[in-house]
């Protein structure tokens, strides 16, 4: 399919938020047990005065929410009340560094001043854009810094911005937590570890209390994983949750924490200038156990350079922990080709641009958790519906490759959701994804991972969100709803 016309420049115009909800206009029927409210989070403000944000990520962030009820949806959005957003519209520039977009001090301000600015350092950003959830009886607004912010499901009003280093031993956190059944939300995030080195923190928020407790009160840090490099972690946007384990892939994006700590005292850094590729590490995936929680440092699982923002599933069967992701093959980080004057050029420049990145794959690895000296040199996976492999090498490394779910030439299947509350960390059948086209969301894709069978819905000059996928009250298959 082909943009010619370049519509999906709209995505990325500034918009400006309602003052009430407006009716939405409907194509077809919307099914009459689907009623509720759906919340998603996306940039909505590209511009301050007369300063551009530079990346897609550096937009600010604005709450989207739709109410379905007897077959009509209405429609609302607001702007969140960050710091970054408030202090921007009220100075009319960019006050607090983005992604991709670097503040300068007040030009108003005289020279000694400006020098204090510098040496202060650049704050952290608020802009929760990214995704929404809830923690306990509340809904928090994210990004993948320490800040969150409370908002208000109904009005969309801004709450309160809550700092989680105030509670957790993390310098940030990603965007795409876990939530179990009970309501306990786990995430992950970089940490200073032992000897100054950096480490990975799998951390928990207990449900809502009886006693009407603030449960980030009760937070905790259930396990810590090393890093490969003492002072240089890899980027995190996901981790993947079974029953007993947590799953975590070190991919070779890394922060390079001198980078990034000397960026706060130079003119015009950005947090992209802070990441930089290992050229040599490949990927390593991590395993630790949940109850009682432990890193299961005996068993290195090691395979080609990829990066990964999004797993799909990972579940436990028959000894193994099946892992699909969406992948991106090599070490170039994707966000580089992120940067709004990229996206918004003629279609051919943008397919031009797209042809440099990585190449997007949908990939399953198979981790083996009995692992025996004496099976070097061969293949460990003995699941009989997959072809990946996990082979045994002599210095006790085990090599993974995959099993290609879905690949197609500059396509990729990204912001997969599943039948989270029945499948999460269970074997499962259907995905559901946002199709990229060169970068550009132009379709839904429904993908079934054991068939590699996919559906597509795309209409002409339509930019759709990530699907979300809704079950039918009892539904008895995997994919009713």
Same mark, same amino acid.
């Given at each position: 399919v082909e943009h010619p016309a370049a519509g999906y420049r709209k995505i990325f115009e500034t918009v400006e938020e309602l003052n009430e909800p407006i009716p939405a206009k409907i194509t077809g029927v919307i099914p009459s047990w689907l009623g509720g409210s759906l919340l998603r989070m996306g940039p909505g403000l590209f511009e301050v005065g007369d300063e551009p944000f530079y990346h897609l990520f550096d937009g600010q962030a604005l709450m989207h929410k739709f109410d379905l009820k007897d077959g009509q949806v209405t429609y609302n959005r607001k702007f969140i009340r960050t710091d970054a957003y408030v202090r921007a519209l009220t100075e009319n520039r960019v006050v607090i560094t983005e992604f991709g977009t670097a503040a300068y001090p007040d030009p108003c301000k005289n020279i000694f001043s400006r020098f204090f600015t510098y040496f202060r350092g650049i704050e952290v /950003?608020?802009?929760?854009?990214?995704? %929404?959830? =809830?923690?306990?009886?509340?809904?928090?607004?994210?990004?993948?810094?320490?800040?969150?912010?409370? *908002?208000?499901?109904?009005? &969309?009003e801004t709450v309160k911005k809550v700092d989680l280093c105030k509670y957790l031993s993390v310098n940030g956190v990603t965007a795409h937590p876990h939530t179990d059944t009970d309501g306990t939300v786990y995430n992950i995030g970089n940490c200073f570890g032992k000897n100054m080195s950096l480490a990975y923190n799998v951390v928990k928020i207990p449900p809502a209390q009886k006693d009407n407790s603030d449960p980030f009160e009760k937070s905790q840090v259930v396990v810590q994983l090393p890093s490969s490099e003492r002072l240089k972690p890899s980027y995190i946007h996901s981790f993947g949750m079974t029953d007993n384990y947590f799953v975590f892939v070190e991919q070779p994006v890394k922060i390079n924490l001198l980078k990034f700590l000397s960026a706060w005292s130079i003119r015009g850094a950005t947090y992209m200038d802070c990441f930089e590729a290992n050229e040599s590490m490949g990927t390593w995936f991590h395993l630790a156990t949940k109850d009682p929680a432990g890193y299961l440092s005996s068993h290195k699982f090691r395979t080609s350079a990829f990066n990964i923002f999004h797993h799909i599933n990972a579940y436990e069967d028959q000894g193994f922990i099946v892992v699909d992701l969406c992948t991106w093959k090599g070490h170039d980080f994707v966000y580089n080709y992120l940067y709004l004057a990229n996206l918004k050029k003629e279609w051919e420049e943008v397919k031009k641009a797209a042809m440099k990145a990585p190449q997007p794959e949908i990939r399953r690895y198979v981790l083996p958790l009995d692992i025996h000296r004496e099976e070097q040199g061969k293949n460990? %996976?003995? &699941?009989?519906? !997959? !072809?990946? /492999?996990? *082979? &045994?090498?002599?210095?006790? /490394? $085990?090599?993974?490759?995959?099993? %290609?779910?879905?690949?197609?030439?500059?396509?990729?299947? @990204?912001?997969? +959701? $599943?039948?989270?509350?029945?499948?999460?960390?269970?074997?499962?059948?259907?995905?559901?994804?946002?199709?990229?086209?060169?970068?550009?969301?132009?379709?839904? *894709?429904?993908?079934? *991972? +054991? !068939?590699?069978? /996919?559906? %597509?819905? +795309? @209409? @002409?000059?339509?930019?759709?969100?990530?699907?979300?996928?809704? =079950?039918? =009250?009892?539904? !008895?298959? @995997?994919?009713?709803?």
């Open positions: /950003t608020d802009n929760c854009m990214v995704n %929404v959830y =809830p923690i306990g009886e509340d809904f928090y607004a994210v990004t993948e810094t320490n800040y969150i912010t409370k *908002v208000d499901p109904d009005s &969309l460990l %996976v003995s &699941l009989s519906y !997959t !072809t990946a /492999t996990a *082979v &045994l090498h002599r210095d006790g /490394t $085990i090599w993974l490759e995959p099993e %290609v779910l879905f690949s197609g030439p500059r396509l990729a299947f @990204e912001f997969p +959701q $599943i039948n989270y509350s029945r499948c999460r960390g269970k074997k499962y059948s259907f995905a559901y994804g946002l199709g990229l086209n060169h970068f550009i969301p132009d379709r839904i *894709v429904k993908l079934n *991972v +054991q !068939t590699k069978e /996919t559906w %597509v819905w +795309q @209409e @002409e000059d339509c930019y759709p969100s990530e699907p979300l996928f809704v =079950p039918i =009250p009892g539904a !008895t298959e @995997e994919d009713d709803g």
